[in-house]
């Protein structure tokens, strides 16, 4: 079955510093999104990302937060200024269409001292 | 708006019992429901689904259905494994803009003893 990739697996940041996980989606899928876990919590949605822009993006998805498609594979996620509640697994998921079975990535353990 | 109330955790059960995890819904329209599982250490995997009224989702020896008069999506299974040990996240599925969203209840931690 074709999956989504995310890397890194874990990725340690100290507060204030910019990072960037990434996500290739599956090769004919139209639409991608981001979820986070916070540990212990529930999955939350972020972004949706649809034609080369944001079709909906969630409250938590401030201005510190990007998404970007940067080339015809990747889809990256940019945490410009991270805080300790940044913590938490972030999920890339990508569809094909509308209502069809989303595919979520293995995540990205995301970790700010 | 849409929402998705899930049975508090944890669960825990002896193996081979049966199992339920309820599960209700809020959402306009007529959403697709799912079922994901996470094991431990891994990320979220679709168990399940349903899309429509009185459809039945079934996989693993899990199953759920789609019930509008209830708005209710509860997980079943009749003999649970100690593999079986994981979170369960209900969720429902709506459309903007061409878009899906998942929106995703709070977990429910499940582990089946030997």
């Known amino acids: 079955e074709p999956e989504v990739t995310q890397t890194p697996s874990h990725q340690v940041t100290q507060m204030g510093q910019e990072v960037i996980l990434r996500c290739v989606p599956i090769s004919n899928h139209l639409y991608f999104y981001w979820y986070r876990q916070i540990l212990g919590q529930k999955v939350e949605f972020l972004v949706s990302f649809y034609n080369n822009e944001i079709s909906e993006k969630s409250e938590i998805f401030d201005d510190q937060f990007s998404v970007e498609r940067p080339d015809g594979s990747n889809f990256t996620l940019k945490i410009r200024s991270t805080k300790l509640e940044d913590s938490a697994m972030y999920f890339c998921a990508s569809s094909e269409g509308t209502g069809t079975k989303g595919f979520f990535g293995q995540g990205t353990r995301l970790t700010v001292v | 708006g849409n929402s998705v109330t899930q049975m508090e955790g944890p669960v825990t059960l002896s193996e081979e019992a049966f199992l339920t995890i309820n599960c209700t819904y809020t959402a306009t329209g007529y959403p697709s429901l799912f079922w994901y599982v996470q094991y431990p250490g891994e990320g979220l995997q679709l168990l399940l689904k349903?899309?429509?009224?009185?459809d039945k989702g079934s996989n693993k020896g899990f199953e759920a259905t789609y019930r509008k008069e209830t708005t209710s999506f509860h997980l079943e299974k009749g003999s649970v494994q100690v593999s079986d040990s994981a979170v369960y996240f209900c969720a429902l599925l709506t459309a903007i803009q061409g878009a899906q969203k998942l929106v995703f209840g709070q977990g429910t931690r499940l582990t089946i003893n030997p």
């Open positions: 349903a899309t429509k009224a009185d």
